[in-house]
């Protein structure tokens, strides 16, 4: 035990140090999808969400799902979500400690086979081998250790319930049956064990020869069956699990729709192949994934598209490297009919573990959306390490005098393959860094050279990547998605006729319609991307508005269920005036995606534009139901609160505007509007805040720098204060692209007039607005208020009597204008009354 317990603490450390570098890596590759971008990791979703959902957070019943159906995974990364949000270190180490689990579960099985020396060492060799390093530093490859776990589990539980010749034990038996279900629920692969339970039954429990089972066989074929007092519990045993194995099989369909994945040519070229390239081709990948557990020297993070040339004839010298796989395979087969004792059972156990959980991945009984995937042998990697573990008991026992040397040779086997994980692990550190690892031993896979391109984009580094985007199409001329990278990257380098060439480059890859017959081939979803390239591109002319429209039609009557293209449209149509038509093709995405944010937030900016508010509000919740986190109906929905004027969701929209600046710390808009929001609420000192921190991140941000002056001159009784931003505003060289700011003139004028006593600038300023704005009443008015201040009552008069005529209703402009006219009927009366004493005084003249 003490032993054993060693072993296990070697393992652990093992482990510990080999995958020590990938707690530093990022989310990449498939990460993206099924981590950053799953919507069901989100507290928001519903529990339930996941058992009808793919891994990838799409809908089982969806078209467009891959069918991945590992909803106690996903369930695991909802659980570091919670933790950690989308910190990736947790994930990583979550990851790790799984791998050391199914380590330490794998020598437990061996136990039951080999020496406990040697199962420490076929442990010892599975916890290190490189092929294992997508499954365990890739975070999406944690359904293969979760998966693993439990199909161990499954195998140990089962050994419980069945012994030589023994009864039925019930209770291992049913628990079995939870360890294979929990299994397929973490991964599709994890119901193969089932088959390797009754491998273990035949051959390990019962101890049977293939010389007994074929007598038995041929005792049926001659209508005189006998079977054995053995295989009577064997069969109840068998027939339970099996049994099992066709319920969970029948509610994975149900839960699939029935409904196969469906797959491109790019993702698994033999796929589309014909008879016999398809099956030579496939066959031809078994020794290819042989050859990576044998030498894992030349890993790659991706084996699609081209990486592997399909065989399209017999005479195809690859298919010497089949036929020689296929004969190593047999001499196995032979070596166990030969005779059954313990070696051969082991073999046995062995080569059940290697082939059957690779079945389901292997292409040969229905396709799958991959060419060669490491993560795939995870699982049968087991059973190689029992072999070789076994192969180098034979030759200890065989060739003591070779002792050393097999050691030595073990241990540099040992050595180099965890030196080749910790080196590995550093490759999945970013994007680029594992895409271009990827390229120094694959050149012929054109969707490497796209990614690093695409790592490139995330950088800004256009010019760079517009040179893998042109190597990918070098690769692969017919790779729609290569095609419209070079074009995305040419519209990014404001090269437009290049961009627009690249786009119709690849439109005429895509299948050609033919008159009088409906679209039927099936186009991925990314490849019809080249339609809102393209569209997005020529809508920018706004004579070519309709030809935009023509391409987005295309791309949603080729695919009926192509949401972003119905989005697309619609905002086209709005730049059109046709915002009922628009309203229209955004409720038609919402019959494919009724909780589509995008589409949500779309609809309200309508309705807003329609005129009908409380409509578009409405939509704005609903997208924030379905999307808590939508930035842009969190702002546009504060928005509204803070025009409603509605003083009882106050509180909600300063609660979604800090929400927004915390996501996003440097966007100046979100302060405006809290400054807004606070103004409505007379907290004029947080207003104070918001307005300074909106000018801090856009120190010519014109509505804040406006508000912010009106409210320290009307509010805070500050107008000194308010004068540099007014300055700000009425300076021509900072807004040259911007009609001047009449308000900011009307607000300085007057801060000329009251507090500075500046008379002749604030004229400047009123006369500016009037020449700006001939109809501006206020400025008219202020203008008359100058002369007043200058003591000019009959100008003042009027010009008082003017504005009267231009609004006649106005009350503060009839008082003013009263009051001026008692003043200068007033002057006038004590002029009159002065010239009467002065008259009155002169002495009568002579004659």
């Known amino acids: 035990m003490e032993t054993r317990s060693i072993y296990s603490a070697i393992i652990v450390v093992t482990v510990a140090v080999c995958y020590y570098k990938a707690l530093d890596c990022g989310f990449v590759f498939d990460d993206m999808s099924a981590i950053v971008e799953n919507k069901d990791l989100r507290p928001r979703t519903p529990v339930a969400n996941l058992f009808w959902n793919d891994f990838w957070g799409t809908p089982m019943k969806m078209e467009k799902s891959h069918k991945s159906y590992r909803p106690l995974c996903v369930l695991t990364f909802r659980m570091n979500y919670a933790i950690s949000e989308l910190e990736p270190m947790s994930y990583h180490l979550v990851n790790v400690v799984l791998h050391a689990i199914v380590c330490l579960l794998f020598m437990k099985v061996c136990n039951m086979f080999l020496k ?113 007092p053995w295989l009577k519990n064997s069969i109840v045993r068998a027939i339970f699990l099996v049994g099992t194995t066709v319920f969970l099989l029948m509610a994975r369909i149900k839960v699939m729709g029935a409904q196969l994945p469906v797959f491109t040519r790019y993702d698994n070229p033999a796929s589309m192949e014909n008879t016999p390239a398809r099956q030579l081709t496939y066959n031809y990948l078994l020794p290819i994934n042989a050859w990576l557990l044998l030498f894992p020297s030349g890993l790659c993070c991706d084996w699609t598209m081209g990486t592997i040339p399909v065989i399209s004839s017999v005479l195809d010298p690859r298919n010497l490297i089949t036929v020689g796989f296929y004969a190593v395979l047999g001499k196995f087969i032979h070596f166990m009919l030969q005779q059954q004792d313990k070696r051969n059972r082991v073999i046995i156990m062995s ?28 699982t049968p990697s087991m059973g190689f390490s029992m072999l070789v573990a076994l192969g180098f008991q034979i030759l200890l026992d065989n060739k003591q005098n070779l002792k050393p040397l097999l050691w030595g040779m073990l241990s540099l086997l040992l050595l180099t393959h965890s030196v080749k994980t910790f080196v590995r692990n550093g490759n999945w550190e970013s994007e680029y860094s594992i895409f271009r690892s990827a390229l120094k031993v694959n050149t012929k896979n054109a969707k490497l050279f796209n990614n690093v391109g695409h790592a490139l984009e995330k950088y800004e580094k256009y010019a760079e990547a517009l040179e893998y985007f042109e190597k990918a199409v070098s690769v692969q001329h017919d790779d729609i998605g290569a095609h419209i990278n070079v074009g995305r990257t040419y519209n990014n380098l404001n090269m437009s006729k290049e961009a627009e060439a690249a786009y119709r480059r690849a439109l005429s890859y895509f299948p050609q319609v033919q008159p009088g017959k409906s679209y039927q081939a099936r186009i991925a979803p990314n490849h019809l991307n080249v339609y809102l390239n393209l569209a997005s591109l020529v809508s920018k002319d706004p004579s070519r508005l309709m030809e935009a429209d023509k391409y987005l039609k295309t791309a949603v009557s080729m695919r009926p269920d192509y949401v972003q293209g119905y989005i697309n449209r619609g905002d086209i149509l709005v730049k059109q005036g046709q915002k009922e038509e628009a309203l229209k093709v955004y409720k038609t995405a919402l019959q494919y995606e009724p909780d589509n944010a995008d589409v949500l937030y779309n609809i309200g900016v309508v309705l807003l534009e329609l005129g009908r508010p409380e409509e578009a509000r409405k939509s704005f919740e609903a997208a924030l139901n379905s999307e808590p986190d939508h930035s842009q109906s969190l702002y546009n929905s504060a928005i509204m609160i803070q025009e409603s004027g ?104 007057d801060i000329n007039v009251n507090v500075l006593k500046k008379l002749d600038d604030a004229e400047k300023n009123f006369a500016r607005v009037v020449e700006l704005e001939p109809d501006n009443v206020q400025a008219h008015h202020n203008l008359c208020v100058v002369h007043v201040e200058r003591g000019d009552l009959i100008r003042a008069e009027k010009c008082l009597t003017k504005v009267h005529q231009m609004a006649p209703t106005e009350k503060y402009i009839i008082n003013h204008l009263n009051i001026v006219r008692t003043k200068l009927n007033q002057l006038i009366k004590k002029r009159q009354e002065e010239m009467k004493i002065q008259k009155e005084g002169q002495p009568p003249k002579g004659r």
């Not at 049956?177 to 929990?182: A, D, G, L």
């Not at 059957?356 to 042998?377: D, H, Q, T, W």
């Not at 700000?728 to 807004?735: D, G, V």
């Open 646 to 749: 509605e003083q009882k969701m106050w509180p909600e929209g300063i609660r979604r505007l800090k929400k927004l600046i915390k996501r996003e710390p440097g966007d100046a808009k979100y302060y405006f509007t809290l400054g807004m929001l606070h103004m409505d609420m007379q907290d004029y000192k947080e207003a104070e805040k918001d307005f300074k921190n909106c000018i801090k991140f856009d120190p010519l941000f014109r509505s804040a720098l406006f508000n912010l002056a009106l409210m320290l001159n009307n509010n805070l009784n500050r107008p000194m204060d308010a004068l540099p931003y007014l300055e700000t505003l009425i300076q021509k060289k900072y807004f040259k692209n911007y009609p001047e700011h009449t308000k900011a003139l009307l607000l300085m004028g």
């Open 351 to 378: 080569l059940s573990l290697m082939i059957l959980p690779f079945v389901p991945a292997s292409n040969l009984f229905f396709p799958v959306g991959f060419v060669v995937a490491e993560r795939i042998l995870y």
């Open 116 to 228: 406990e020396l040697t199962s420490f060492l076929a442990a010892l060799l599975f916890a290190v081998h490189p092929i294992h390093t997508e499954a365990v530093t890739g975070v999406v490859g944690r359904a293969e250790a979760l998966s693993s776990i439990f199909f161990l589990a499954a195998l140990i539980t089962y050994s419980k319930c069945t012994s030589y010749h023994g009864k039925i034990q019930w209770p291992p038996l049913i628990g079995t049956v939870v360890m294979v279900t929990i299994a397929m629920l973490c991964k599709e692969q994890g119901i193969t064990v089932i088959g390797v339970c009754c491998v273990y039954e035949v051959f390990i429990a019962q101890r049977a020869s293939f010389q007994e089972l074929l007598s038995i066989l041929l005792s049926f074929l001659r209508g005189k069956p006998h079977i054995p």
